[in-house]
């Protein structure tokens, strides 16, 4: 106890002994800068450009997605960076092409709606007669 008072009165310091490298810190943090690149930054951008070239190659008649979900066929694209999307027969709706999540394969609305017809057919409470 005595030896560790001294060490302190005589502003003994522990850490100036180290004996590592003193370029170690560095290279540490250009490790962590180089994963925090590859596993953050880097993943994000492809992302962005990925939907980036999406958007540009929308066009009149695809059938889309959007993030909120709602399919569509695509009817104008405007260059103000919005389009018409037709949802059914009877209902259009104006988007913001940012919201576009993917371009569905031909057919598909189709195909959902004859789904969607036979599901509720086949679902629907019948009477019963007396």
Do not use: W
């Amino acid at each position: 106890m005595n030896d560790f008072i001294n060490k302190i009165l005589t502003g003994y310091n522990y850490y100036s002994q180290s004996s590592g490298n003193p370029y170690s810190i560095l290279l540490m943090l250009f490790i962590f800068i180089l994963v925090f690149y590859f596993m953050i930054i880097r993943p994000q951008q492809k992302r962005i450009k990925s939907h980036k070239l999406l958007i540009n190659n929308v066009k009149s008649g695809d059938e889309i997605m959007t993030n909120s979900g709602l399919i569509g066929v695509l009817l104008e694209k405007t260059n103000n960076g919005y389009a018409l999307l037709l949802l059914n027969s009877n209902n259009k709706v104006i988007i913001k092409l940012d919201y576009i999540s993917i371009i569905l394969p031909k057919g598909t609305l189709k195909l959902l709606n004859d789904n969607l017809e036979k599901s509720i057919v086949n679902n629907t409470p019948k009477l019963n007669k007396k």
